[in-house]
């Protein structure tokens, strides 16, 4: 067997954030790699909670597939949901492969993901305070190009906000004086971008890993159902939640966070239009009127609501709709029944992800999925227990 393969889901650890801020789209090579150098190493174990993961996924492509028959653009719809199941089908191995790991392995796997976050976390101080030195390496010369922006970094800074649980915990394990030094290093970074909705996960991650750490499993299971319901919920929420009502309280903030409020009002009227079927995978970026000004240089949906269950509902109608909130439902049972030290940053992680997919990127970005996929691998490979209904 290859040393590498043996050894690429550490590799893949290692990589996460420095990839993350050289180029966030690596992210999804990144992970197809690593899939294949732990597909080489064998040794799969196929346990009960990744079966009822990968039936709900399954059925989620299945469905995303099918509307390509109505879809606006019915081609993009098709090659997407192929590269969903592309995706998918590399998550659920390497969740397989991470929770069969021994022992040692868990040790060389978190110990690769702190040096990596580490090295990662220096790369992105570097980019954030002598303006972008790495990103201007990387794309070369701009003349006659817009300038970079520190945005541009946002991914990266969703990146350090999701792996500051699976890191923080492993340090906490092994040298727990030291593990203030992670959340330390995340907020500092924060600080210095310019992702408001990174302080928002890092909040809501916060309360989530307090809320387990007193109330324990029950609050694993209230959050994954309170996302769930948000799920369900969101075409009336963004329709209650409209931008003359909220657009005052947003007075002083953001252009963008008044613009994100138009965004959704308009996608939550194209929801009422196909509430059953949706309008097909893919769509968002051809809805008609999406393009009409609603704020200054602002369309009403350029290429996605920055929303994934308002994007779920539009393009996937309430089938889609259904699968994520039980795929909530099941990930929240899956958090419930690890062990109580691991349940709190797991849930953490979990509040902050929700929150970015609620508030930023398309849900069908591949680097995103990734993110997400890697994010849930990792929080699996540090765990040094098996989940409590999990064979020995």
């Known amino acids: 067997m290859p040393a590498w393969g043996k050894n690429a889901l550490g590799l893949g650890a290692f ?4 990839v993350a801020v050289l180029s966030s789209q690596g992210l999804t090579l990144l992970m197809v790699l690593v899939g294949l150098g732990t597909l080489i190493s064998g040794d799969w174990k196929r346990r009960r909670p990744i079966t009822a993961v990968l039936i709900l996924l399954g059925t989620g492509v299945a469905w995303a597939a099918l509307t390509s028959l109505w879809a606006v653009t019915p081609k993009d719809a098709l090659n997407l949901a192929g590269s969903l199941a592309v995706l998918f089908i590399v998550i659920v191995l390497l969740m397989d492969r991470a929770q069969s790991a021994t022992p040692p392995q868990r040790t060389v796997i978190g110990t690769m993901l702190v040096a990596g976050f580490a090295f990662g976390a220096g790369l992105l101080a570097i980019e954030l305070l002598a303006d972008l030195p790495l990103a201007k390496l990387v794309r070369g010369d701009r003349t006659g190009q817009d300038n970079l922006e520190l945005s541009l970094l946002n991914p ?16 906490w394990q092994r040298w727990k004086p030291a593990a203030i030094i992670v959340p330390v290093v995340v907020v500092v970074m924060v600080w210095l971008g310019t992702s408001v909705t990174a302080w928002i996960a890092i909040v809501a991650g916060a309360g989530a890993f307090a809320l387990v750490t007193f109330i324990g499993p029950k609050g694993a299971r209230g959050l994954g159902f309170a996302a769930a319901v948000a799920v369900l919920a969101a075409p009336m929420i963004a329709q ?50 999406g393009q009409a000004l609603v704020v200054e240089d602002g369309p009403a949906l350029s290429l996605h609501p920055h929303n994934a269950p308002l994007q779920i509902w539009l393009e996937l109608g309430l089938p889609g709709a259904v699968i994520l909130a039980v795929l909530l439902l099941v990930i929240a049972r899956g958090l419930a029944n690890l062990p109580r030290p691991a349940m709190a940053p797991a ?46």
């Open 156 to 171: 990266a800074l969703t990146v350090l906000v999701l792996m500051v649980w699976p890191v923080g915990f492993t340090v």
């Open 240 to 289: 209650v939640v409209t931008p003359d009502r909220v657009e005052q309280l947003l007075d002083g903030v953001r252009p963008s966070a008044i613009h994100r409020i138009y965004t959704w009002e308009f996608t939550a009227d194209r929801i009422a239009e196909h509430p059953f079927v949706g309008w097909g995978l893919d769509s968002s970026r051809a809805i008609p009127g």
């Open 347 to 392: 849930t953490a992680a979990f509040a902050a992800a929700f929150v970015f997919a609620s508030l930023s990127f398309g849900i069908w970005q591949n680097w995103w999925v990734a993110a997400l996929g890697v994010t849930a691998v990792l929080c699996r490979a540090v765990i040094d227990a098996p989940p409590k209904d999990s064979p020995q």
């Open 15 to 18: 990589a996460v954030l420095p």
